[in-house]
């Protein structure tokens, strides 16, 4: 009787630490690699037993990396200031954008809606390298290249689609009676919106908003082509530790860790939100 | 006469184009006057639900004149319609608890809160839900949620109250108690109030009139008295009234001096010419086709009639359902004594011609209804 279920516990234990080292076990090996020098990672065999050592660290906060071929100056601060300004921004405005435009696609109906819909969606389908030639030139006729606000305007073709179609989805899960017993006791439609329709969405805006800064953070092609080393983010900034004396791959995993972490810690703290706006919803009959 | 509450004008709802889509509300008009209440009823699909949103003003009205309140309604916003809803899905406001839901529009108005705090206290009270008043909507039953809704849009001073489908959720003797209650509310507060539902005995019990809606056209428009009595055509002396009206097709003939009405399989009910008031016998042969329609409540066992096999004999606690082959169909009769009938007894039964309805069998509107002309 009490065999099978013992069994199961340990197939499912078995599981649950397979699926744990597969996912976890390169973000562990990257925190390992990232207080090692580069002679201790390229140790033939690999040994988990060394003298930990923060000089990668140190070499990316102060900016002067060490190589066998000299000092070398690297500036991956200012990548992780730029990413999370970029970031930041792309998804504010984003959000400003799309949340609304996501509330007039969920409740309005007008002519063409579904196709303008549809042809912001169409933004995510084509890969980015088709639209970056055009947009370059574009971009140096108007100024637009290597600036800020260049930037986070292409970024909108990322950031907006995603906001648009995962926030409309969450507006249209609410009741419309709802916001039609708010305006019927003497709200208008704006009143409505502000204080009906956005704070039940709420969690479906935080999550949208989060996915969108990801991947905001994680692109690499439009700022590659777009900005210049003061302007780009760490995903480009990253590849300064591919240098002319070998590859450094101590830099290279601090600098992945210091890269993932403000993520890391988005995504560890809006699951927890996440699973709450999902259950506790507005929706229970 | 003053001016009604309410004026629908030949008020026509379409989903989709105009003249294309589907026509969910035909050509409805009515009033109501201030005070009354007023049941939409009709099974679901009517476009009693699609008449009432297009009141408060959450549906666009395609065509026709909606009058509230000496104004012309149809085109403006609900917020500046001054209508209070109650809506079937309750639709409260998931963030704020029961208390502040119900009383929301009043805070809004910013009234007083001692006021506000009395007011709630009472439509609680009378609603059964002063326990649930500081728990959250999603943390109640549905039949709370329900009252909660129902109190919330009670609580208001509109020029109509619309409450759809107010009581579907609630266990039946609450219901019982809460009808009575309601009813009291509304009057002793003058309120005009339109209530969406397809239980026939709530429309019954709460309603001052009865608008019996089915394919989107109003059907009838009356007391539940004239309703029952006087029903406008086929569809509502069916609809309304429980267990549902007999209805038979026949042919009228006069012969020998005597009125025959011939039902299928040979079944004649012979009466006498003087039974029927001359207008409504001149009518009766007049259409020859006809359906003829009988309560079961009216139909009586007797010595002499036309007969009949038990196929089903039910005692209900307070009352037997006995259905019976009769004419080609079957016949329903209700009794209040316990009947000592087998299945397969055979029974003769009796239809008073004052207990008589009859229809047109191609329109269906009604003929007759006893010595009374119909219309």
């Known amino acids: 009787m009490h065999a099978t279920p013992t069994i199961e516990r340990i197939l499912r234990g078995t599981a649950i630490a397979l699926v744990c080292l597969f996912f976890m076990f390169p973000i562990a090996w990257i925190m390992l690699m990232s207080i090692q020098t580069n002679e201790t990672i390229l140790r033939v065999p690999p040994s988990v037993v060394f003298a930990p050592t923060f000089e990668n660290y140190q070499a990316l906060i102060t900016g002067k990396l060490e190589t066998a071929a000299g000092t070398l100056e690297i500036n991956f601060m200012r990548n992780l200031w730029n990413s999370l300004l970029l970031s930041t921004s792309s998804v504010a405005l984003g959000l400003v954008l799309g949340v609304p435009a996501a509330y007039a696609f969920a409740r309005l109906k ?90 039940l969405a709420g969690p479906g805006i935080a999550a949208a908003g989060l996915l969108a800064f990801i991947f905001a953070w994680n692109n690499f092609v439009f700022a590659l082509v777009l900005a210049s080393a003061d302007k780009q983010p760490v995903t480009v900034g990253a590849l300064a530790f591919v240098t002319a004396s070998g590859i450094q791959y101590g830099q290279v995993a601090a600098g992945i860790v210091l890269s993932i972490a403000p993520t890391f810690a988005l995504a560890l703290y809006a699951q927890r939100y996440l699973v709450e706006g999902l259950s506790l919803g507005a929706v229970k009959g | 006469m003053s001016e009604a509450m309410l004026r629908l004008d030949a008020v026509d709802k379409f989903y989709g184009p105009i003249d294309e889509g589907v026509h969910a509300v035909r050509a409805v008009s009515m009033t109501v006057e201030k005070g009354e209440i007023i049941a939409l009823l009709g099974s679901s699909g009517c476009g009693k639900t699609s008449t009432l949103r297009m009141v408060a003003g959450f549906e666009a009205v395609s065509r026709g004149r909606i009058h509230l309140a000496g104004r012309e309604v149809q085109s403006l916003a609900p917020v500046r319609r001054n209508v209070a809803m109650a809506f079937e899905g309750y639709s409260l406001y998931p963030t704020v608890s029961v208390r502040d839901n119900i009383a929301f529009a009043l805070k809004a108005a910013r009234l007083a809160e001692a006021e506000v705090a009395r007011r709630v206290g009472a439509v609680a009270e009378m609603l059964e839900i002063t326990d649930i008043l500081d728990r959250f909507p999603h943390s109640i039953s549905g039949g709370q949620q329900q009252r909660a809704s129902l109190a919330r849009a009670l609580i208001r001073k509109a020029d109509l109250h619309l409450l759809d489908e107010p009581m579907g959720q609630l266990e039946p003797q609450l219901r019982t108690l809460l009808r009575g209650r309601i009813k009291h509310f509304i009057k002793e507060r003058g309120l005009t109030a339109i209530l969406v539902t397809h239980d026939q005995t709530e429309a019954n019990a709460l309603a001052d009139r009865i608008a019996v809606m089915e394919g989107g056209v109003l059907q009838q428009y009356a007391s539940p008295a004239e309703i029952k009595e006087r029903p406008a055509n086929l569809f509502t002396g069916t609809f309304v009234g429980e267990p549902p009206m007999n209805v038979f097709p026949a042919s009228v003939a006069e012969a020998g001096g005597r009125l025959h009405i011939d039902l299928q399989g040979g079944l004649d009910l012979v009466y006498d010419l003087a039974d029927f008031a001359a207008p409504v016998r001149e009518r009766m042969l007049a259409a020859r086709d006809v359906v003829i329609g009988v309560r079961p409540h009216a139909v009586r066992r007797a010595a002499t009639g036309a007969p009949a096999t038990v196929v089903a004999n039910q005692w209900l606690g307070d009352q037997s359902h006995i259905a019976a082959r009769f004419a080609g169909g079957a016949i329903v009769l209700v009794e209040h004594d316990r009947a000592a009938l087998a299945e397969g007894a055979p029974i003769t039964v009796a239809i008073r011609p004052e207990d008589l309805h009859l229809f047109d069998a191609a329109t269906g509107q009604a003929i007759s209804h006893g010595q009374a002309l119909a219309g």
């Not at chain 1, 970024?155 to 916001?179: H, K, S, T």
């Open chain 1, 110 to 199: 007008f002519r063409g809606s579904e196709d303008i819909a549809f042809t912001l969606l169409s933004f995510r389908f084509a890969p980015p390298l088709l639209v970056l030639l055009p947009l370059t030139i574009y971009f140096q006729q108007l100024g637009l290249a290597n600036t800020y606000g260049g930037l986070i305007w292409v970024y909108q073709l990322i950031v907006l689609p995603l906001i648009l179609w995962i926030v409309r989805g969450y507006f249209e899960d609410i009741p419309a009676d709802i916001e039609y017993a708010y305006r019927i006791a003497g709200h208008g439609f704006w009143a409505t919106f502000r204080r009906i329709a956005l704070p």
